[in-house]
């Protein structure tokens, strides 16, 4: 069985830095592309981050650039969410997901599995 396991999740001060990681079991993701998504009670669940396969070209909502940097190590078939500055409004569920070569890594349907999520909590 396929899964993907997030870590790293957590309550966190306005300011603060929290890293998230994913480590899928049952197969290996290191020829896939790779996202982090989070989901907020009451919203839709929106892309966050993603990453290349070979890991030289990245993807972030405006709204986490230059806070947010996803990374992924290949040899430890691993994904890294590091996240600075962390904001209230960061708060929310995130989720790990492998997507398709090729498919737009923006959209929620251009992945295949997804982790059970990881609660991410930023107080003022």
């Known amino acids: 069985q396929v899964q993907l396991v997030e870590s790293g999740g957590g309550l966190v001060q306005a300011g603060g830095s929290l890293r998230l990681s994913c480590a899928p079991s049952g197969r290996t993701f290191s020829t896939s592309p790779m996202g982090w998504f989070r989901q907020a009670p009451g919203k839709e669940r929106e892309f966050v981050a993603a990453i290349s396969w070979v890991g030289t070209i990245t993807y972030y909502v405006d709204s986490v650039k230059g806070r947010f940097t996803v990374s992924r190590d290949n040899a430890k078939n691993t994904v890294s969410l590091q996240m600075n500055s962390l904001k209230p409004e960061d708060t929310a569920v995130y989720y790990c997901?492998?997507?398709?070569?090729?498919?737009?890594?923006?959209?929620?349907?251009?992945?295949?599995?997804w982790g059970q999520g990881t609660q991410v909590t930023v107080s003022p």
């Open positions: 997901a492998a997507g398709n070569p090729g498919a737009s890594l923006t959209n929620v349907r251009a992945y295949d599995y």
